[in-house]
């Protein structure tokens, strides 16, 4: 499947019913609470967003993450999509997910269309609800991503990202200093992908392996 054809597959699934909080569950941290408990848990969690950006590599589409800067905080060191939370000038979750992205990346998000979103995710530790947003450019993008908030790029194919030889179940940090938990993951170049980033992940993976190759 070429570019463009998969980027059709990605519009058109996105479209359709999500396959949500079932398959988020399926790289839930053991012991995660569920999307009813945590509403309970954080009945006003702040709204927040991240972008999945599909772009080319020799016609391959291709996806990247960043690895946080270690900070005293929650999500300190992981691998996570760019994004974050909303501003008050932002119009829209859209727009805040396109200007983390530009802030975070150094990449310029004016040329990127926005596909489709998929379920959002309440992460009880941070208070934060995550809204993922798929979107694209047609052509490949060289990152000049910010160091106080970045350490470092993972760049993945989405066929790479979601080979199954690249899921395991790994001991993770958790965000309680010390604390490590069992995590189902996606490791790629060494980095692991857990927790909220890996449940968006698994969303997207089901969508993906409705595609017809």
Known sequence: MNFQSFIDQVRLELSSELP??????????LGRATQREAIKQIPNPTPSAILILIYPVNN????????????DGHHSGQVSFPGGKVEP????????ALREFEEEIGVGTSSVEVLGELSSLIIPP??????????????????????TEV???????ITNLFDSRNKRVEMVNSSVKGFKLKA??????????????????????????????
């Open 20 to 29: 949500g909080e079932d398959a988020q569950m399926l790289m839930s941290p």
């Open 60 to 71: 391959v589409p291709h996806t990247l993450l960043m690895v946080r800067n270690s900070y």
């Open 89 to 96: 000038s932002d119009k829209n979750l859209a727009e805040t």
């Open 126 to 147: 941070s208070g934060f609800q995550v809204f993922p947003y798929v979107g694209f450019l047609d052509q490949p993008i060289v990152p000049q991503p910010d160091p």
């Open 151 to 157: 350490a470092g790029i993972v760049e993945t194919s």
């Open 184 to 213: 189902p993951c996606y490791v790629i170049d060494n980095n692991i992908i857990w927790g909220a980033t890996a449940m968006i992940l698994s969303e997207f993976e089901s969508i993906y392996k409705r595609f017809e190759f």
